[in-house]
């Protein structure tokens, strides 16, 4: 009988798969990074999970976070989907919400996952008020689904007009394409999104059914793979809400999906984090051509209602929010015509990538400027692609492309490059946090992936934060991420009622039902929780906007009030504009229920770094490096060999296979006993 | 050496996002779906001696990068003459002929006081819902003076050092058809001047004001700079341009916009002199909106020069007196979009004679504000009223984009759900609209059909559109796209306006229906060329007919849906001869 205590992280990404074991009956931690297995992941998935464990009949449970739904999104490679709508609201899917790409220039194209002849009508309607006008015929919409599956379609979606307000007939319809349907592929709209807004509701729906179909056989296979190794273990799926979710609840819902790779990551760095004493962080992740930031408050990532995973693919399902600029190491540096310096968004990626990589981009890049400031060691590029970076030719097209114009000498142009980047950087984050309301001083950076960590230092003083806190693997976060996530499920509902006529004590009551009916299926998945948490939410606004505020509500066991309601909105609305409207009614759009399966908690002290060195014998050398016009020479140390609380001021370079830290001079980092390097200003500046 | 590149290039940004998020916090807290859903407003950072447009955010409406330059210079002018500006002032107005657009707009202005001096202005501009006149939402296409288009309010103190003046809300909310909106959109607007205010000092207080002040002028340098470098890529000439607007909604005679381009080395030309005069109607337009509106156009094919004022410096601009284009008070101004629409399709016109590759055919050119008003059973009045959309133009890299919004916005458009919660409609058809896009090599984008059934007592219905008479041009060989069409329920049957696409206050009863079908966008390059394979694929989707596809392209598409190679070859090699 195996001992089944493995809980295992997958983070599948597009060049390398990284796998986290944690061993939940000895504490053990081990890690792997094997290559990534284009067109089916499940193999590097299974040979990744191999690395690690021995007996695949150990394993409890899988966590993994995937991004086979955001390639199939990104690239079009979802199934052959169908729409069935109501009459006169074909192109609801293709007319957006009459908008463009860009404001400036109208040369913009749209081609939706569902072109216009997969697009079927039938005759029905449901009334704003949820009167039902026409009922719908169930013989018509078999029809349609015959014609649909005579096209090809491997998928479908039912949407129809106010479904929100009655999805009776939209029963109707799903129950009778259900009957002639070869495969579980039907999706019906207001399942995935009960809330007013047909084009969103519509998209999200539609992305679903494009993407069940792959996500589903993936999942399949996954599972496949897995038991043929003789694993009985558990596979659950990280959400873009940064909880996980079964397999079944994925395959039935794989747009929730979408954001489940970056989300991982944020999971980690609030696990992470908690540990460390830091509640509140601002996750850095760079990658080559963008840097995405997302904030942690109080333990909690901050979601967002919907998103735009491209032009005109709009997902409304609640995902961890994720700012993104084109900002990351291959960044392309220019001068425009009107003489300023601009960083990206133009970008060189990771091929042909940075001048540096050799491999035929002639374009300074912000990775090159890195390297001729000294802040990367030529001879050990991260990642182990290439054996030696060309810093010659890096700056020799920073010369020529932004000192010469520039008319400033060459390391001048290469510290302007990533001053414009930190700036780009440190607005994101000022975007996140300052526009949002929260103080940076009470904010730790976290940067992960390769890159983050020679910035790190410039924006915790650009932006003011506080500190700086460097994981000890940066590299595979996402993976670990994966063992410590919670599960969690969200639900919404349409109210669209003024308060005042709202029954308050049933709206509780209700609220109450959706959330015992979620925790239903929290305790299906076989998992187990240290709690549950419940989260209640309004979404309200004045008779008259369009834009709601999201409201925190407590449904105390006496009952739910009109006046409670009416202190949580005003509370909400003070947070948010700082002033109220008085004598305007106030409207209840929606409520939102989360239901959340807390994890129990993981060790971090297994990152715990060695005691058995001294800081000098992690001295590996000094580089000469180039900060704000002065050369200096930093002492170069091997990071993962650093004790627990080795002080080391900037500045310094601190090496590891997966990262480069930079340590400004004037600040200093601190190896705490979790292993992480945390950034702060030196003592006597500021900071304790 | 004043200010050095790097700083400038990081305070740039810190700038712009400081616009940006005054823009956010309207969108967010406003009432009316103009300006929360489809943001008919913006923000920016203006000049304290000349007004002019410094820094102004992205998300908000491009028409106002160039005006509010000039609705602040009225400010100034105004302070000035009562002794000067006063910290914790704010300006409100919307006089049209002072700051350009209509009277719908209203403006906030408010110096921003540094070490007792101005140090810029910082200004909101929003689309309220309803500031009275004649017709419900303001789009009245029968005024021939402003008066019958709503109240105007000239510069005056919203704020006088801090204190707020009731009374001057008072006296707006009592000449408003929907005055709690119009508070709510008044408190957005007030909401994101607080912020940009909290926003500048601490941007002041981290640089020093020196150091912002050289970034502020230098961008105005740059952008100058830029825009003369993008003229002095194009070929030196002259070319000529013109279209038309239907009538101006009094009488029915078409409205010429008129274009001589003069691209001499660095600097550009702009002369409108053979424009129609000022007519009786609302399209006119004040100096100050065709400035702003030829500032749109521009940065549409330049899509590299910045929101700064320094952009026109190399541009001469030539506006005769007494022209459609410059016309002073009380000649009605309502219909502005329209006009500034047809200006900005003369200059893509003539920007595809000297320069093809950066032109593109002609987007569907009007708004179509269409507005339903009435009264609900139990008494209450209501308005809808709401742009549509339409196609964009083909253009070099491929097809124009299908319901797309107006160049001289970034509004989208309310949910369907949303109105039909919000009035008594029920929507019949929201769909694309077949053979709307002007064929070309690179087709234009399709435009839409909206058809909206009354459900309760009965309504007003108004309509102020254009493009019904004179269709989107494409350009390089394209075709136009297809002619603007409203058509609504009467008891005699269906009817069209007399002016094509406007109309005042034609009464609709509950159960009948209007019906509006926008133009798609003008053609990019010769139909007679396009991709067989492409029409044939647009036929199976239905954006084209078979007719069409024989008559404007030349494509015969057999039975099965495919190309009908012979007969393709033989009738594009007779339509060629013809």
């Excluded at chain 1, 464990?53 to 199934?79: P, Q, S, Y």
Aim: proline residues 6%; glycine residues 10%.
């Amino acid at each position: 009988m195996s001992k089944q205590s493995y809980v295992i992280g997958v983070d599948v990404g597009g060049t390398f798969t990284d796998v986290f074991l944690w061993d939940e009956a000895t504490g053990r931690v081990a890690t792997a990074k094997v290559p990534s297995t284009r067109g089916d992941q499940s193999i590097g998935f299974v040979e990744g999970i191999s690395a690690v464990a021995g007996d695949f009949a150990d394993i409890a449970t899988v966590v993994h976070g995937t991004t086979v739904g955001t390639n199939a999104l990104l690239e079009r490679k979802g199934a052959p989907t169908g729409i069935i709508t109501t009459e006169g609201f074909r192109d609801v899917l293709e007319m957006r919400r009459r908008d463009r790409p860009t404001t400036w220039g109208l040369w913009g194209m749209f081609t939706p996952v569902v072109p216009r002849d997969r697009r079927l009508e039938v005759r029905e309607r449901v009334l704003a008020d949820g009167n039902v006008l026409t009922k719908v015929d169930a013989r018509e919409v078999a029809e349609r689904a015959e014609a649909l599956r005579a096209a090809g379609c491997e998928s479908v979606c039912v949407f129809f007009i106010n479904g929100y307000a009655n999805n009776d007939n939209e029963a109707v319809a799903v129950e009778a394409v259900r009957s002639v349907w070869p495969n579980a592929y039907v999706t019906a709209a207001t399942e995935i999104v009960p809330e007013i807004r047909e084009f969103e509701r519509l998209s999200t729906a539609t992305l679903n059914a494009y993407l069940q179909p792959v996500v589903s056989s993936y999942l399949d296979r996954l599972e496949t793979a897995l038991e043929t190794r003789g694993s009985g273990g558990d596979v659950l799926i990280v959400q873009s809400n940064g909880g996980v979710m079964s397999v079944e609840t994925a395959k039935r819902y794989p747009v929730r999906t979408a954001l489940s790779g970056p989300a991982a990551g944020v999971i980690a760095a609030k696990a992470i984090s908690a540990a460390a004493g830091y509640p509140n962080v601002i996750t850095c992740d760079m990658g080559g051509t963008s840097f995405d930031v997302s904030l942690v408050a109080s333990g909690e990532a901050a979601l967002a209602a919907q998103t735009a995973i491209d032009f005109g693919m709009v997902v409304r399902t609640p995902m961890i929010e994720i700012t993104t600029i084109g900002a990351g190491g291959g960044s392309i540096a220019r001068v425009d015509e009107g003489g300023i310096l601009q960083v990206g968004p133009e970008s060189a990626g990771s091929n042909p990538g940075p001048v540096c990589y050799g491999l035929g981009n002639d374009r300074p890049t912000v990775t090159d400027a890195n390297l001729v400031l000294g802040r990367i060691n030529a001879a050990r590029p991260i990642g182990g692609k290439l054996d030696a970076l060309d810093v010659d030719a890096a700056r020799a097209a920073i010369d020529r492309e932004i000192a010469k114009p520039l008319d400033i000498d060459v390391m001048e142009a290469a510290e302007a490059i990533l001053k414009v980047a930190n700036a780009k950087m440190a607005g994101a984050i000022r975007l996140v946090s300052i526009e949002r309301g929260f103080d940076p001083d009470k904010f730790a950076a976290m940067p992960f992936g390769g890159g983050g960590a020679l910035h790190t230092g410039a924006l915790i003083k650009d932006v003011g934060l506080r500190s700086a806190l460097v994981p000890r693997y940066p590299g595979v976060t996402s993976a670990l991420g994966c063992v410590v996530a919670d599960m969690r499920h969200d639900r919404v509902q349409t109210v669209n009622m003024l308060l005042d006529d709202v029954d308050a004590a049933a709206l509780g009551a209700e609220m109450e039902a959706v959330a015992d009916e979620t925790q239903a299926l929290l305790a299906r998945a076989g998992v187990a929780f240290e709690r549950i948490d419940r989260v209640f939410e309004l979404d309200m606004l004045y008779l008259g906007q369009t834009h709601t505020v999201t409201a925190p509500i407590e449904l105390p066991p006496e009952g739910l009030t009109v006046d409670a309601i009416r202190r949580a909105f005003d509370a909400a609305y003070l947070r948010a504009f700082g002033r109220l409207l008085t004598g305007i009614p106030v409207r209840v759009m929606n409520y939102r229920v989360a239901v959340i399966g807390r994890r129990p908690a993981f060790d971090m002290t297994v990152f715990a770094p060695p005691s058995d060195r001294t800081l000098d014998a992690c001295l590996v050398g000094s580089r000469r490096v180039r900060v704000d016009g002065e050369d200096v020479d930093a002492p170069v140390y091997e990071r993962l060999d650093l004790p627990d609380d080795a002080l080391i001021p900037g500045p310094a370079l601190l090496e590891q296979p997966d990262t480069t830290i930079f340590i400004d001079p004037g600040l200093v980092g601190r190896v705490d006993r979790f292993g992480n390097v945390v950034i702060t200003q030196q003592p006597g500046e500021g900071d304790d | 050496m004043a200010i050095d590149p790097i700083t400038l290039a990081i305070l740039k940004g810190r700038l712009e996002q400081i616009a940006d998020e005054m823009d956010a916090t309207l969108f967010r807290s406003a009432f009316n779906p103009i300006i929360a859903e489809a943001h008919d407003a913006s923000h920016g950072i203006y000049d304290a001696a000349s007004g002019d447009t410094l820094v102004q955010g992205k998300s908000g409406l491009p028409i106002f990068v160039g005006v509010m330059a000039f609705a602040v210079k009225a400010v100034i002018e105004k302070a000035t003459a009562q002794g000067g500006p006063s910290d914790g002032d704010v300006w409100i107005f919307n006089d049209p002929y002072a700051g350009g657009t209509h009277l719908s707009d209203f403006r906030l202005v408010r110096p921003l006081f540094r070490d007792g001096q101005v140090f810029c202005y910082l200004a909101s501009v929003g689309h309220w819902h309803d500031v009275g006149g004649n017709v419900p939402g303001n789009y009245n296409p029968a005024a021939t003076e402003c008066f019958q288009e709503g109240m105007l309010i000239p510069p005056v103190k919203l704020f006088d050092r801090g204190e707020l003046r009731q009374d001057v809300i008072d006296i707006l909310s009592a000449n408003s058809r929907l005055p709690t909106s119009l508070y709510g959109d008044l408190n957005g607007q007030i909401n994101a001047l607080d912020l940009g205010t909290r926003r500048m000092g601490e941007l002041l207080d981290e640089y020093g004001a020196e150091v912002v002040a050289e970034a502020l002028g230098e961008l105005k340098v740059r952008a100058a700079r830029l825009m003369r470098a993008q003229i002095r890529d194009l070929p030196d000439g002259t070319v000529f341009a013109e279209d038309f607007l239907d009538n101006d909604g009094i009488t029915d005679e078409p409205l010429k916009i008129a274009l001589d381009l003069t691209i001499e080395g660095e600097k550009m030309r702009m002369d409108f002199s053979h424009s129609s005069p000022s007519c009786s109607g609302p399209l006119n337009i004040s100096r100050a909106t065709t400035v702003a509106a030829c500032y749109v156009a521009l940065k549409h094919v330049f899509g590299e020069v910045p929101a700064n004022a320094g952009v026109l410096e190399p541009v001469e601009f030539v506006i005769p007196d007494g022209s459609i284009l410059a016309v002073e008070a009380p000649k009605p101004v309502g219909g502005y979009t329209e006009t500034i629409l047809r200006l900005i399709d003369v200059v893509f016109q003539a920007v595809a004679e000297i320069a093809p590759e950066r032109s593109n055919g002609c987007a569907y050119g009007t708004i179509n504000a269409l507005s339903l008003a009435g009264h609900r059973l139990d008494g209450r009045r209501w308005v809808m009223f709401s742009f549509f959309g339409g196609g964009h133009g083909g253009h070099p890299k491929g097809d124009g984009l299908n319901h797309g919004n107006a160049p001289i916005s970034t509004a989208t458009i309310p949910p369907l759900e949303i109105l039909e919660v919000a009035y008594p409609v029920k929507f019949t058809q929201w769909s694309l609209r077949p053979d709307s896009g002007g064929p070309g090599n690179h087709r234009g984008g399709l435009g839409a059909v909206y058809e909206i059934e009354l459900l309760e007592k009965d309504a007003d219905v108004f309509l102020f559109g254009e493009r019904g008479r004179f269709a989107p041009p494409g350009v390089v060989g394209g075709k136009p796209a297809a002619l603007n069409r409203f058509v609504y329920d009467t008891s005699d049957g269906e009817k069209s306006p007399a002016m094509t696409s406007k109309m005042v206050g034609v009464k609709l009863l509950r159960g009948q229906h209007v019906r509006l079908e926008t133009p798609g966008g003008g053609g990019y390059g010769d139909p007679l060329t396009r991709d067989p394979q492409a029409v044939a694929r647009d036929v199976g989707l239905g954006f084209v007919s078979r007719e069409a596809a024989e008559a404007d392209y030349g494509v015969v598409i057999g039975s099965d849906g495919d190309v009908d190679d012979t007969a393709t070859t033989a009738l594009r090699r007779a339509s060629a001869a013809a």
